[in-house]
Nanobody, 128 residues
Framework: QVQPVESGGGLVQPGGTLRLSCVAP????????IAWFRQAPGKDREGISC????????NYADSVKGRFIISRDNARNTVDLQLNNLKPEDTGIYYC?????????????????????WGQGTQVTVSS
């Protein structure tokens, strides 16, 4: 089993940047496919980016494509999400999710049902 732990959230002005990190203490994160989800107040949880266990395949939701970048460093046991050009609508709780077995059908890696292990989330607030 793996217990993801997120960090890096905060308050930022529109147009600003943040870097979120997902770590898994006492686990080999390189065995797991990882995705980032977010949940805005009053809205459903949304898959925004995913990366396979080797880091050779990534996917993004249209809402963040071209602004967010997912990456992983298996030697450091971390997966990062770089958030650029942030907008107020990016506000929400960001969750890291992990699973060893995720469908390779395009787009499936952004579905929450693919993941069995979830972190507690980190708050991102974009406001002037």
């Amino acid at each position: 089993q793996v217990q993801p732990v997120e960090s890096g959230g905060g308050l930022v002005q529109p147009g600003g940047t943040l870097r979120l990190s997902c770590v898994a203490p006492e686990s080999i994160l390189s065995l797991y496919n990882i995705a980032w989800f977010r949940q805005a107040p009053g809205k459903d949880r949304e898959g925004i980016s995913c990366i396979n266990n080797k880091g050779t395949s990534t996917n993004y939701a249209d809402s963040v494509k071209g602004r967010f970048i997912i990456s992983r460093d298996n030697a450091r046991n971390t997966v990062d999400l770089q958030l650029n050009n942030l907008k107020p609508e990016d506000t929400g709780i960001y969750y890291c999710a992990a699973d060893r077995f995720v469908s390779t059908v395009p787009g499936k890696c952004l579905e929450s049902l693919q993941y069995g292990f979830w972190g507690q989330g980190t708050q991102v607030t974009v406001s002037s």
